[in-house]
Structure formats: C-alpha cells, structure tokens
C-alpha cells in the first residue's frame, strides 16, 4: 500500500505534468488561430480546445 507522502508526491507530479501540458496546448492552439487565414473556417474543435486550455 502506498504512504501518503508517495499519494502527495503523485498528486504534485501529475498537477505539474498536466500545468505543463495546459501551457503547450494554448501554446500550439493560439500559434494555430494566429496563423489560419481570415477567410478559411476555424475547426470547432480547435476552438473548444483553444477556449478551454485558457481556462
């Protein structure tokens, strides 16, 4: 069975992984909506991703 140090320091680790990762995907999601020309239509999707990670 696991102690509650290693429960906190997976916890920490699975918090800093997933900041980290939130930071690339608004990253890649906003260099994504600054580059799509004017005329083309977004993706739904992305929008919903690109909404979601600011958040």
Known sequence: ???????LAIAI??????RRM???IHQFAVNL??????NQRM???????WILSIG
């Open 1 to 7: 069975m696991l102690e509650v140090p290693d429960l």
């Open 13 to 18: 680790a699975h918090v800093k992984i997933f």
């Open 22 to 24: 939130k930071i690339l």
């Open 33 to 38: 909506f600054m580059n799509q020309s004017i």
């Open 43 to 49: 993706n739904g999707s992305m929008i919903a991703i």
